[in-house]
């Protein structure tokens, strides 16, 4: 009998998972030997499909949609591997922007199943963790129906992360700030220099708008000693907006001698340097032999839909907004992006929670000028932190706390309840409170995974 899709998913949330362990992990229990064993014990099924690599610390995935969008535009077969999901886990496998069916991610457990089980038995490096698994079953299910491309996001950092086994046509970094500081370091540098470990020798690498000089030193450092082409998107584009609603913005692009004039749905003037990174990755494809057209570029960035990342709803007669910011350098532009779109006159009533291992205190500091009424909650994420705590850093930071709830649901219940016409309900800190919002706004099933099993499990080793 066929595995069906809830065994497939009780059996690869019962690995070991640093994604929602309530641990961080040093960088000691990262390596890539075990992914490179797994994929070459699959028959090499990371090798043969031309790779676009993408790492960064904000707007990756839409970095990476922008570029699946156009090359799927050009007429391409495209697989796209993200990560975190929203609601479910067939959503990390994407062709074009499409995830696979719950009855193709239950084949492709059942068919990667017994390499796993031979790699955690005579490998050597112990058990593979479920990131591993989702990372192979992107590269199988590619190899599967013989795409014409993939673009693959890198999970967390980059030199050992495990989509870095590839060989990309092209490499792209995207905005970095600090982030997962426990795991990748606490300096710009010692991040920027994690992310730029997919940098290939002789492989063309995209590097997004840089914030930090540092991480663009870095970059340069790296591509230099590895003879790498660097296209630099803040110094070969310029781009202007032209206008902007909550219905999407228009802009014009130039650079690399070529212009566009664009339009997409995604808002904040963060998309625009993602979708400047996203044609510079386009362009450097069509140098390198490929074809995407102009059209294809136009009509692929004005079909992206990208969910959890600035979409404005009006929900029962009151405003909200849901963005999964989830550092300070991204809650920061957050802020400065709102006003642009809502007006701000009425009262915020903030519905939050961050992970554990992300700045709390950071991220309420850059909410703190919209002198919100704080609704602290807790996620159904392992690591989503103490309500109460985070409640306690937030009226240290001079904001109002109006309650806390041990649910997104409930808080958000109560933000409606507690609420006027022309308020506004922001939802952020996360991504997990963005898709608990997004469930209750859309009437979404979520997923409950009753059995994950963190890394701290003392039945298995971490790596």
């Known amino acids: 009998m066929p595995l069906s899709f809830e065994s497939a998913v009780a059996l690869a949330m019962g690995l070991t998972d640093f994604e929602r362990s309530t641990t961080s992990p040093g960088h000691s229990s990262?390596?890539?030997?075990?992914?490179?064993?797994?994929?070459?014990?699959?028959?090499?099924?990371?090798?043969?499909?031309?790779?676009?690599?993408?790492?960064?610390?904000?707007?990756?995935?839409?970095?990476?949609?922008?570029?699946?969008?156009?090359?799927?535009?050009?007429?391409?077969?495209?697989?796209?591997?993200?990560?975190?999901?929203?609601?479910?886990?067939?959503?990390?496998?994407?062709?074009?922007?499409?995830?696979?069916?719950?009855?193709?991610?239950?084949?492709?457990?059942?068919?990667?199943?017994?390499?796993?089980?031979?790699?955690?038995?005579?490998?050597?490096?112990?058990?593979?963790?479920?990131?591993?698994?989702?990372?192979?079953?992107?590269?199988?299910?590619?190899?599967?129906?013989?795409?014409d491309f993939q673009v693959i996001e890198v999970g967390l950092g980059g030199r050992l992360d495990s989509t870095n086994i590839v060989d990309?046509?092209?490499?792209?970094?995207?905005?970095?700030?600090?982030?997962?500081?426990?795991?990748?370091?606490?300096?710009?540098?010692?991040?920027?220099?994690?992310?730029?470990?997919?940098?290939?020798?002789?492989?063309?690498?995209?590097?997004?708008?840089?914030?930090?000089?540092?991480?663009?030193?870095?970059?340069?450092?790296?591509?230099?000693?590895?003879?790498?082409?660097?296209?630099?998107?803040?110094?070969?584009?310029?781009?202007?907006?032209?206008?902007?609603?909550?219905?999407?913005?228009?802009?014009?692009?130039?650079?690399?001698?070529?212009?566009?004039?664009?339009?997409?749905?995604?808002?904040?003037?963060?998309?625009l340097e993602n979708a400047a990174t996203a044609v510079a990755t386009a362009n450097t494809l069509n140098d390198a032999g490929f074809s995407v057209s102009e059209s294809s570029i136009v009509t692929g960035l004005k079909d992206v839909r990208w969910a959890g990342r600035l979409e404005a709803f009006e929900h029962k007669g009151r405003r909200v907004v849901v963005d999964g910011a989830h550092n300070p350098y991204s809650v920061t532009r957050l802020v400065k992006t709102l006003g642009e779109y809502v007006d701000l006159e009425g009262r915020v009533i903030l519905v939050f929670a961050a992970l554990g291992g992300h700045s709390a205190e950071g991220m309420l500091s850059a909410l703190a000028p919209l002198e919100p009424e704080a609704i602290i909650v807790r996620s159904r994420h392992p690591r989503s932190a103490d309500p109460t705590n985070a409640a306690e850093t937030a009226r240290k930071l001079g904001i109002e706390v109006a309650v806390t709830s041990d649910t997104v649901s409930g808080g958000f219940d109560q933000a409606i309840e507690m609420s006027e016409p022309g308020d506004l309900i922001l939802c952020t800190g996360s991504l997990s409170v963005a898709s608990e919002v997004l469930e209750e706004l859309r009437d979404i099933e979520p997923e409950i995974y009753p059995n994950l099993r963190p890394s701290t499990d003392s039945t298995l080793t971490p790596i």
């Open 168 to 271: 990309p046509a092209v490499s792209v970094i995207t905005s970095i700030s600090l982030d997962h500081v426990a795991t990748l370091g606490d300096t710009i540098e010692q991040i920027a220099r994690e992310k730029a470990g997919i940098i290939k020798k002789g492989k063309p690498v995209i590097v997004a708008p840089q914030a930090e000089p540092d991480a663009l030193d870095v970059f340069r450092q790296v591509a230099r000693d590895a003879d790498a082409p660097i296209v630099e998107v803040q110094n070969s584009f310029n781009w202007q907006k032209e206008e902007s609603a909550l219905s999407g913005q228009s802009f014009t692009l130039a650079g690399l001698g070529r212009s566009y004039s664009l339009w997409t749905l995604l808002l904040g003037d963060y998309q």
């Open 30 to 147: 990262f390596h890539l030997e075990r992914m490179t064993l797994l994929a070459d014990r699959l028959g090499g099924i990371h090798k043969g499909i031309p790779t676009v690599h993408v790492a960064g610390t904000k707007g990756k995935g839409s970095t990476s949609a922008m570029i699946t969008s156009m090359l799927s535009a050009e007429g391409y077969r495209v697989g796209l591997f993200t990560s975190p999901h929203l609601h479910s886990v067939v959503e990390r496998v994407r062709v074009g922007l499409d995830p696979i069916s719950k009855d193709e991610f239950a084949d492709l457990i059942e068919q990667l199943w017994p390499a796993v089980e031979w790699v955690g038995a005579e490998g050597g490096h112990n058990g593979v963790t479920f990131f591993e698994l989702m990372t192979a079953m992107a590269f199988q299910h590619y190899h599967n129906i013989k795409a």
